[in-house]
């Protein structure tokens, strides 16, 4: 039988037939991909964020009226958005100075969602982040001092200096890191919210609450790694009290989202595993924060988990380190123009619920913090030589206590053992 | 939290569906939530069908659960226990028979241990559980299957192994044999036939791969001045590497001949049945190694 002339373009054809209906490929512009017209409105656009897509579609549902905040929420949402915010510059401003080393990774313009989920949460409740994890400690009630202290590396820090930027831990908080590996927070997420469960279920030690909740917080890259999908599956297949917070900046490092992701609406993918899948606009902290009620208070109830995809941007690069060349500028400032904490100011002072001197004075008082916390750090001692070899194992010795309470390992009898070959 | 070998038989009736998990087969993802909820205080038993799949979660062993209490300073302790089958069983081919004790124990904020007969399997497994940080629990497939006698001690329900300390299998003067596991049997075959050529070996069943309990190593080779290091895994930064370093470290000037170490061959493992025995060491490349230590190349007896 003669073989039929094998092209590329006829391989890819029935691919192309299929997407080229209502929507085009999202990635036409790849060379891997056949040249489909796609949509004019999509062509013109640079900067494609996923609310986009979905404006696009007319599948997202019509905006619901604004949410609103009470005066002493907004003023809450506000300090704790301005503290993340001038946390973060001054860190850059110390690595500059040499104060600060290793990886650091900023949060700036993504506030609101730190602030929108982390506010609603108990002291019981956890939240693990990734390694852009100061702004989810400082949310969580970690001590501004004791975070700076840290990234110092100080013995005075969350974790005694010897985590670092990128692991953040604190028990009391019930902040469980600050993980470098994209994905490597979701199952251990995922096992804190199982713990919860399990704790409330068959322990019987139930909070006046409901449920502890837990928040997993990664970005878009993760929403393409194998675990984020395995998590999915278990903690629906479990009801397991967890919110996965999708902080989409729309840069993984540096591979655009778009270019990375077959489908890049990622809140999709809850649906997908049983659960609902949300997506809310990341640079509004009411909107986020009334997504977040709803999530958080659907885990505590047992009703399982959520999916919650936050369109946020990052101002500044991945990293220190980063140059930021790939970003275009009319990008940048599309979302320089949507900054979180500008949009709720001007929100405050137009509903009248406080007023310019009182946001500058709030504003004050977090420049005076944020300086304290460096002066703290600045005179904090380098942990002691001693402190290298601490902490290693919980207990060093190892289990071996016999029925007389003694170690095991000091009887001088105990290897004889009975065992023979 | 796998279905393996019926290890876990019976377990889910007599605790029931809340404490015997079955999951899909997603080690990363059930890894890592286990880790997790060792984070908040529970003590989760990770079962891996056969430690080659701990690779796919070998992240969350490694990141998650061996470096939490260092990086956090002390305040995340990880109660958890990785357990399964570790090393090579027969005729698996390559990716089913490895094995992982020299990658684990590479790591600081791991324990490793490695049962051989029943009493270890059972007294370190308990220590294990009860141990507050983060256990690798080596056993063996082909061990399953043997029976040792054990003491009423034994069956004792709180009988429990120190974790860093080895156990003298058999007592000797000649030769010192290190070997965990599988091997440790076979050290002691090997031990019997040198026995009647004269050559009193004694084997040491190392039972916990990190912390090595060097101390019971040095003080054998002080006293036989000998030394043969004994297992199943690839040579190359092997656990015998590490105990030949130790004793140079410690015990130089007793050695009266080189260390020899005997490890798998430096292959992946083979399919084929005659190739796989000789991918595995086997009780006569023991012996010879024993008697190339005692400076004996060519046996004394007429009888091999």
Sequence with gaps: MAAASFTAAKFLAPVAARSGGDRAPLHASSSLWPRTKPAPRLRTRKALAVSDVLSGNKAAPAAAAHPSATRDEALELYEDMVLGRFFEDMCAQMYYRGKMFGFVHLYNGQEAVSTGFIKLLNQADCVVSTYRDHVHALSKGVPPRSVMAELFGKATGCCRGQGGSMHMFSAPHNLLGGFAFIGEGIPVATGAAFAAKYRHEVLKESGPDGLDVTLAFFGDGTCNNGQFFECLNMAQLWKLPIVFVVENNLWAIGMSHVRATSDPEIWKKGPAFGMPGVHVDGMDVLKVREVAKEAIERARRGEGPTLVECETYRFRGHSLADPDELRKPDEKSHYAARDPIAALKKYIIEQNLATESELKSIEKKIDDVVEEAVEFADASPLPPRSQLLENVFSDPKGFGIGSDGKYRCEDPLFTQGTAQV | ?304
């Design chain 2, 1 to 304: 939290m796998m279905c393996s070998i019926q290890i876990t038989k019976g377990l889910l009736d007599k605790y029931g569906p809340d404490r015997v998990l079955d999951t899909p087969i997603t080690e990363a993802g059930f890894t890592g939530i286990a880790v997790g909820a060792a984070y908040q205080g529970l003590r989760p038993v990770v079962e891996f069908m056969t430690f080659n799949f701990s690779m796919q979660a070998i992240d969350h062993i490694i990141n998650s659960a061996a470096k939490s209490n260092y990086m956090s300073a002390g305040q995340i302790s990880v109660p958890i226990v990785f357990r399964g089958p570790n090393g090579a069983a027969a005729g698996v081919g390559a990716q089913h028979s490895q094995c992982y004790a020299a990658w684990y124990a590479h790591v600081p904020g791991l324990k490793v241990l490695a049962p051989y007969s029943a009493e270890d399997a059972r007294g370190l497994l308990k220590s294990a559980i009860r141990d507050p940080d983060p256990v690798v629990f080596l056993e063996n497939e082909l061990l399953y299957g043997e029976s040792f006698p054990i003491s009423a001690e034994v069956l004792d329900s709180s009988f429990s192994l120190p974790i860093g300390k080895a156990k003298i299998e058999r007592e000797g003067k000649d030769i010192t044999i290190t070997a965990y596991s599988k091997m440790v049997g076979y050290a002691l075959q090997a031990a019997e036939i040198l026995s009647k050529e004269g050559i009193s070996a004694e084997v040491i069943n190392l039972r916990s791969i990190r912390p090595l309990d060097r101390a019971a190593i040095n003080a054998s080779v002080r006293k036989t001045n000998r030394l043969v290091t004994l297992e199943e895994g690839f040579p190359q930064h092997g656990v015998g590497s590490e105990i030949c370093m130790s004793v140079v470290e410690e015990s130089f000037e007793y050695l009266d001949a080189p260390v020899e170490r005997i490890a798998g061959a430096d292959v992946p493992m083979p399919y084929a049945a005659n190739l796989e025995r000789m991918a595995v060491p086997q009780v006569d490349d023991i012996v010879r190694a024993a008697k190339r230590a005692c400076y004996r190349a060519a046996p004394m007896a007429a009888t091999a």
